[in-house]
């Protein structure tokens, strides 16, 4: 069975500094790899996406991830983070017709 | 193009009540899929819809069912509410182009339901 893990549950980074979030999946064939983040209230808007090919991808609001088969990861960057990027951020792996999420990152940005 | 719309957007209930929630697709997606967010459980898929046919199904009493239309809305109903069905209900929908796994999901903005 599909699973994803995200190993920090609460990370505090100042804003300008660069931001790494962790995710780590299991999954038996070719994974499908997604991020999502969620404001308060709201619902989740797709940050980016790993299907295939080259293994960094760029996403919206300046994010990028990278796709390390041998780690299992896919983990989040962003190299300076603004006030409003304070909000969940959930790793998720694609499964048959459905998406398995990790438990997510809370991202608190200090001014 | 519209995004995915939900509603209503909050809803609260009582115990022993049922409920049915709503979900519009972007235009010209055909599948449709639910999840539940809870604080304890996370993020839940709870199933997923496509040509009006449950496709796939998350592990959910049978409280919780659901319906696709013609028009690729989709609707979800829970009856016999549960103080624990507390919860974000969110929707998302995908093309369904045929190559199933390859799919992108986009979420509404969720129905919040809060059950007394």
């Known amino acids: 069975a599909q699973s994803v893990t995200q190993p920090d549950i609460h990370i505090t980074v100042s804003e300008g500094a660069s931001l790494e979030l962790r995710c780590n999946y299991s999954?038996?064939?070719?994974?499908?790899l997604f991020w999502y983040v969620q404001s308060p209230g709201q619902g989740l808007q797709l940050l980016l996406k790993?299907?295939?090919?080259?293994?960094l991808v760029q996403g919206i609001k300046g994010f990028e991830a990278e796709f390390k088969r041998s780690q299992s990861s896919f983990n989040l960057r962003k190299p300076s983070v603004h006030w409003s990027d304070a909000a969940e951020y959930f790793c998720?792996?694609?499964?048959?017709?459905?998406?398995?999420f990790g438990q997510g990152t809370r991202l608190t940005i200090n001014p | 193009k519209a995004g995915v719309t939900q509603t209503p957007r909050y809803l609260i209930k009582t115990r022993g009540q049922q409920v049915t929630l709503s979900c519009s697709p972007i235009?010209?997606?055909?599948?449709v899929s639910w999840y539940q967010q809870t604080p304890g459980q996370g993020l839940q898929f709870l199933f997923e819809?496509?040509?009006?046919?449950?496709?796939n199904k998350g592990n959910f009493p049978g409280r919780f069912s659901g319906r696709q239309f013609s028009n690729s809305r989709s609707e979800m109903n829970v009856s016999t509410l549960e103080l624990g069905d507390s919860a974000l209900y969110l929707c998302?929908?995908?093309?369904?182009?045929?190559?199933?796994?390859?799919?992108?999901?986009?979420f509404g903005p969720g129905t919040r339901l809060l059950v007394l």
């Open positions: 998302a929908s995908s093309l369904a182009s045929g190559r199933a796994l390859k799919e992108t999901q986009y």
């Open positions: 999954y038996g064939a070719t994974p499908y």
């Open positions: 790993y299907f295939s090919g080259d293994t």
């Open positions: 998720a792996v694609q499964g048959a017709q459905k998406l398995v």
């Open positions: 235009s010209g997606h055909r599948s």
């Open positions: 819809y496509f040509s009006e046919t449950q496709r």
